[in-house]
T-cell receptor
Framework: TQLLEQSPQFLSIQEGENLTVYCNSSSVFSSLQWYRQEPGEGPVLLVTVVTGGEVKKLKRLTFQFGDARKDSSLHITAAQPGDTGLYLCAGGSPRYNNNDMRFGAGTRLTVKP | EADIYQTPRYLVIGTGKKITLECSQTMGHDKMYWYQQDPGMELHLIHYSYGVNSTEKGDLSSESTVSRIRTEHFPLTLESARPSHTSQYLC???????????FGPGTRLLVL
């Protein structure tokens, strides 16, 4: 059972479209991270959110942490082919016995020119 | 941009060989991690360390071993590689007081 559920699993859109991907859990997190990973590379950190209801913007990307700190969303405005990649969310909690974070399975985004 | 390095980036090796995957970070992070990721699949934690001389196994059982003799260095060793070990291995590090992890570029391992 995946602690963090990401949806959709796959998303293919045209350049210029807007999109939202989701990261949901029944657990409360002290922080949540979003990463983007390209094939054959390591995940690159996009943002960390720590406060319930927090919204952070990174150019065309908007990240929101749910009020209850159990879920998060990533919205991309006017997607570009360079946004193509695997988007991973990861939740952090000092409660975990053997790791600081748990990763979702990711949303694989393809933006067609 | 995180300063964490992995070598080699790609490795093709025969069954039964001993291999060591290197991971180094220059950020002075106490916490370091090894993940295994098959193509298109999620990350699985196989080892982690919270400081020098501290190593623990992760969620996914692995035949590999790790050591942490220096803060900046966290190598992973496979004593006898098998085709089932073929995968991408990702190293990450994180500072004390934060849950955020920074990843290296990964090592893609192919065991023939």
């Amino acid at each position: 059972t995946q602690l963090l559920e990401q949806s959709p699993q796959f998303l293919s859109i045209q350049e210029g479209e807007n999109l939202t991907v989701y990261c949901n859990s029944s657990s409360v997190f002290s922080s949540l991270q979003w990463y983007r990973q390209e094939p054959g590379e390591g995940p690159v950190l996009l943002v960390t959110v720590v406060t319930g209801g927090e919204v952070k913007k990174l150019k065309r990307l908007t990240f929101q942490f749910g009020d209850a700190r159990k879920d998060s969303s990533l919205h991309i405005t006017a997607a570009q082919p360079g946004d193509t990649g695997l988007y991973l969310c990861a939740g952090g909690s000092p409660r975990y016995n053997n790791n600081d974070m748990r990763f979702g399975a990711g949303t694989r985004l393809t933006v067609k020119p | 941009e995180a300063d964490i390095y992995q070598t080699p980036r790609y490795l093709v090796i025969g069954t039964g060989k001993k291999i060591t995957l290197e991971c180094s970070q220059t950020m002075g992070h106490d916490k370091m991690y090894w993940y295994q990721q098959d193509p298109g699949m999620e990350l699985h934690l196989i080892h982690y360390s919270y400081g020098v001389n501290s190593t623990e196994k992760g969620d996914l059982s692995s035949e590999s071993t790790v050591s942490r003799i220096r803060t900046e260095h966290f190598p992973l060793t496979l004593e006898s590689a098998r085709p089932s070990h073929t995968s991408q291995y990702l190293c990450a590090s994180g500072g004390a007081g934060t849950e955020t992890q920074y990843f290296g570029p990964g090592t893609r391992l192919l065991v023939l």
